[in-house]
Nanobody, 126 residues
């Protein structure tokens, strides 16, 4: 099991930028595919993006493609989500999650992931 802690959330104006971090402990981050998810009030948790173990492959939801970038630094046991051109509809609690392996659409599914952080709130004002 790996423990995950998100940080970097806060209030940002529409069009602004924010960088979220997800720090891992207990096991090496390099053993896991890592995902970002978000959950807005009254809505289900939804996929934002995923990054492969080595960071060479990423995939993002259409709603954030071209605006959000996922990266990782396995030497620091940390994953990042760079949010640019933020929109009010990006307002949500953002969660990072880890899974030892996933493929295809399975990487987009909440149920696939084995470990979760506690979440960090992102609020985008209009």
């Amino acid at each position: 099991q790996v423990q995950l802690i998100e940080s970097g959330g806060g209030l940002v104006q529409a069009g602004g930028s924010l960088r979220l971090s997800c720090a891992a402990s207990g096991r090496a981050l390099s053993a896991f595919y890592m995902g970002w998810f978000r959950q807005a009030p009254g809505k289900e948790r939804e996929f934002v993006g995923v990054i492969s173990r080595g960071g060479g492959s990423t995939s993002a939801a259409d709603s954030v493609k071209g605006r959000f970038t996922i990266s990782r630094d396995n030497t620091k046991n940390t994953m990042y989500l760079q949010m640019n051109s933020a929109k009010p509809e990006d307002t949500a609690v953002y969660y990072c999650a880890a899974v030892t392996s996933c493929s295809g659409v399975g990487c987009y599914d909440v149920k696939t992931y084995e470990s979760w952080g506690q979440g960090t709130q992102v609020t985008v004002s209009s």
